[in-house]
């Protein structure tokens, strides 16, 4: 093989007419077309094709197929349904699986039926046949523990996302320029601005309709509770736990939550947040936006700054952007949102797979240089050319009117197979002013360590099934009613606490904090 290697360069050196079919040549894992079954389940498509139709073959498997002789041939159960635990459950249900399961949240799954047998350990099979994947893990090590099993066995090849910030605090600067205000800087001087926003008529209507913080997703409410020093979650995912000096906590039994929710539900009632925040739902952004009525929000630096753009024409002055977070009651910037490095998305070799082999090795291939260009950005030459050694997207992706990444979803890139992300992507469609605020928040050491999560054995699991949903339940359930201001939360403290106790979150503690020393060697 290695004189083979060197024979091809030698070659390309001669002639550079040769180059690309070599470079094919040097992915290619079977002589002769190989089909290999798979399950594709996520949000944007139920199915491995265009939308999830498995007639509709993505561009970017065509070329995969090219070059690795490899065919993925789409048998995805759940195709009827969006859930994707329904999906997951139909498909291990139905006994006989395909070749490879792939899709959304498919991490607890495989962590839990992949040592029964169900899915095929991967840690052999990738130090002997996956060298691009055994060089990412071996750079990122923490991130390999974070997706073995309880058994120590790596069961999925995960969606692996680049880049650093994900959310950002964003404000209306028109309005800030109008009342003549700065940039706040802590939360008492964002206090006095959401004030203003409330009082002082900036977009200029004659009628008190300001709506000061706003949030697309009802849960960036509880992000305010960071600027007194609480927590919300230690994850991307949203009430999730964090680590708290070494150990799992969950940051809704915290005395720092109890004091930060008082002043929480003190904006509410004053009215510097969004009345109807727990129901205006997704489109909010889009509405209090183009309304010209919210003032300030948290959410996504890309897609949050297209809107200077987008609305350009339609608001007088509109200026939407990034500030620093300002520094809490104990005088802390700190951005609690961030891209989690690894996903619990990815896909898994099944048991009745005959070639582990192959599919390792076609796993691989999307951690090579060029499987990777195809996983993020499509077809060279026609959604993206190389120019200087870059990926860079063509005007007409740029420039359609719609999200590039939906345009990625239809080819067949971006998609929840395991592959690393790669952020040239999404920083070539960040507007300016979403790039300057990047820039700015690379200034201050604002990000925390995230938790990866934790696989628990069959018991830990029993414990944390019995236990959690309903105290996630409960605790979910009280936080809105104190925002709205049933009950107070400093007088509800006790009865609360002693509740969560009586369910059980001591119980789902000590399971968190023994799968979380076996996983991390705490
Ligand atoms: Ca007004």
Do not use: C
Not at 284 to 298: F, I, K, P, Q, V
């Amino acid at each position: 093989m290695r004189i083979l290697k060197m024979a091809s360069i030698a070659i390309l050196g001669s002639t550079a007419l040769t180059a690309p079919a070599l470079a094919e040549d040097s992915h290619r894992i079977v002589d002769e077309p190989l089909e290999l079954s798979i399950h594709m389940h996520w949000p944007r498509a139920q199915g491995y094709g265009v939308g999830g139709d498995a007639n509709q073959i993505y561009p970017v498997e065509l070329a995969a197929r090219e070059l690795t002789g490899i065919h993925l041939i789409d048998e995805t159960s759940g195709k009827n349904t969006t859930d994707y635990n329904e999906a997951i459950n139909l498909l291990l249900a139905k006994g006989d699986m395909p070749d490879i399961v792939g899709g959304h949240r498919v991490k607890q799954p495989f962590n839990e039926f992949g040592p029964q047998g169900a899915f095929v350990p991967l840690n052999d099979l990738v130090a002997e046949h996956a060298p691009n994947i055994k060089a990412f893990f071996d750079a990122r090590p923490e991130l390999w523990s974070s997706i073995a099993a309880y058994d120590g066995n790596v069961y999925y090849i995960p969606y692996l996302p680049d880049g650093k910030y994900g959310r950002a605090w964003f404000i209306r600067q028109d309005w800030l320029d109008k009342l003549g205000l700065e940039q706040p800087q802590n939360v008492d001087e964002l206090y006095e601005v959401f004030k203003a926003f409330r009082d002082n008529d900036p977009n200029g209507n004659g009628v008190q309709d300001e709506i000061p913080y706003f949030g697309r997703d009802w849960e960036e409410v509880l992000r305010l509770l960071t600027l007194w020093d609480a927590r919300t979650s230690g994850s991307d995912t949203y009430h999730d736990f964090y680590v708290k000096d070494g150990k799992i906590a969950h940051p809704y039994s915290q005395e720092a939550y109890r004091d930060a929710m008082a002043n929480l539900a003190q904006w509410y009632k004053e009215g510097l947040i969004d009345a109807e925040i727990f129901t205006r739902g997704s489109s909010s952004r889009d509405y209090l936006l183009g309304e010209n009525l919210g003032g300030a929000t948290h959410d996504w630096f890309a897609s949050t700054s297209g809107y200077n753009v987008a609305l350009a024409d339609k608001v007088d002055g509109f200026n939407f952007i990034p500030f620093l977070p300002p520094a809490s009651a104990n005088g802390v910037r700190m951005e609690e949102h961030r891209r989690i490095p690894v996903k619990p998305d990815g896909w898994a070799i099944s048991h009745t797979n005959e070639n582990p082999v192959e599919t390792i090795k076609y796993f691989d291939f999307w951690f090579t240089e060029q499987g990777s260009l195809l996983a993020n950005f499509g077809i060279e030459g026609q959604t993206y050319d190389m120019v200087d050694g870059e990926p860079i997207y063509k005007d007409e992706v740029l420039n359609s009117g719609r999200a590039v990444n939906a345009q990625m979803w239809e080819v067949g890139s971006q998609i929840q197979r395991g592959y690393p992300q790669d952020y040239r992507y999404e920083w070539q469609w960040t507007r300016d002013s979403a790039r300057k605020g990047i820039e700015l928040y690379d200034t201050q050491d604002l990000l925390v360590d995230l938790f990866l999560g934790v696989a628990f054995n069959k018991d830990e699991q029993a414990v944390y099934d019995k236990h959690w949903p309903s105290i996630e339940t409960y605790m979910l359930e009280r936080q809105q009613a104190w925002i709205l201001g049933t009950g107070d939360i400093v007088a509800d403290w006790d009865d609360y606490m002693a509740a969560l106790n009586k369910m059980g979150l001591e119980d789902v503690l000590e399971v968190m904090n023994s799968a979380y020393a076996r996983q991390y060697g705490g």
